[in-house]
């Protein structure tokens, strides 16, 4: 039982383009969201997190929002340049620095 | 300031051995959480150390263990191995006060034959 669902295995954009990625999860317990970024032969790097008190982040070029009624969070990358190519997971905790659960991901390609 | 490093980078072993796997956590990071990225998937938690003890697990069988030193760097046994435990192992680090931020390594690629 998948409790964090990214729905979309890829996704490829146009250089300067909108990226959104979305992301699903059905554990109501879950207040804090996390995205991170996978280039390949390196591990997970955080990108941005959003707790459960607010409804958006945005930090540069990446902003994350989050539905709470929804169970919905999306990444939005503006404008999306080549280097964001990787793989994008969406990771979810609850209260009591309980484990990160993870999406299975995201490839994102950005076309020039 | 060096990252989280893991080693050995790549590690064939065949169907019932034994493997360890190695990590040093960030610089000043006292937790570290190992990870198991199955082919497709995403990183499923296997269990986190602190202060030398194992603090949460998630459902992997008893054939996994771990341990973490003094100095924090840590370990990940897995004892007869399955083809199933094919995978790349991740060791994220991350201070007990700031559990949700963690830093991963870059893996430990292993392939059971």
């Known amino acids: 039982d998948q409790q964090v669902k990214q729905n979309s295995p890829s996704l490829s954009v146009q250089e300067g383009r909108i990226s959104i990625l979305n992301c699903d999860y059905t554990n109501s317990m879950f207040d804090y969201f996390l995205w991170y970024k996978k280039y390949p032969a390196e591990g997970p790097t955080f990108l941005i997190s959003i707790s459960s008190i607010k409804d958006k982040n945005e930090d540069g070029r990446f902003t994350v929002f989050l539905n709470k009624s929804a169970k919905h969070l999306s990444l939005h990358i503006v404008p999306s340049q080549p280097g964001d190519s990787a793989v994008y997971f969406c990771a979810a905790s609850g209260t009591g620095n309980t484990p990160l659960v993870f999406g299975k991901g995201t490839r994102l390609s950005v076309i020039a | 300031d060096a990252g989280v490093t893991q080693s050995p980078t790549h590690l064939i072993k065949t169907r019932g051995q034994q493997v360890t796997l190695r990590c040093s956590p960030k610089?000043?990071?006292?937790?570290v959480s190992w990870y198991q990225q199955a082919l497709g998937q995403g990183p499923q938690f296997i269990f986190q150390?602190?202060?030398?003890?194992?603090?949460q697990r998630g459902n992997f069988p008893d054939r996994f263990s771990g341990h973490q030193f003094p100095n924090y760097s840590s370990e990940l046994n897995v004892n007869a191995l399955l083809l199933g435990d094919s995978a790349l192992y991740l060791c994220?680090?991350?201070?007990?006060?700031?559990?949700?931020?963690?830093?991963f390594g870059p893996g430990t690629r292993l392939t059971v034959l």
């Open positions: 150390y602190y202060e030398e003890e194992e603090r």
């Open positions: 610089s000043g990071h006292d937790t």
């Open positions: 994220a680090s991350s201070l007990v006060s700031l559990i949700d931020t963690q830093y």
